[in-house]
């Protein structure tokens, strides 16, 4: 069993910053990445960053992209998601995923303009 526990998000202010976190737990260690996808209200899940677990290798959405920083810390088994320069459009929730099978809870994210 896999479990991923989510926190930080909250309300900021357009052009600020804020940190998401995912802690996992259980049987990860056959995992090859880990990352953030997000969801509006009545719309698909969409990716954001991702993260190869071994290596640090990272990728990101094209809108995130220059914005958002994903990092994990191997030691703690969790990653991160630093967002800065935020957006109203970046209201929306987001769930941390390894390898796209296991989920988060998901987490509010509100940027007010």
């Known amino acids: 069993q896999v479990q991923l526990v989510q926190s930080g998000g909250g309300l900021v202010q357009t052009g600020g910053s804020l940190r998401l976190s995912c802690a996992a737990a259980?049987?990860?260690?056959?995992?090859?990445?880990m990352g953030w996808f997000r969801q509006a209200p009545g719309k698909e899940r969409e990716f954001v960053a991702t993260i190869i677990w071994t290596v640090g290798t990272t990728s990101y959405a094209d809108s995130v992209k220059g914005r958002f920083t994903i990092s994990r810390d191997v030691a703690k088994n969790t990653v991160y998601l630093q967002m800065n320069s935020l957006k109203p459009e970046d209201t929306v929730v987001y769930f941390c995923?390894?390898?796209?099978?296991?989920w988060g809870q998901g987490t509010q994210v509100t940027v007010s303009s």
């Open positions: 259980g049987r990860t260690f056959s995992r090859y990445a």
């Open positions: 995923n390894i390898d796209q099978r296991n």
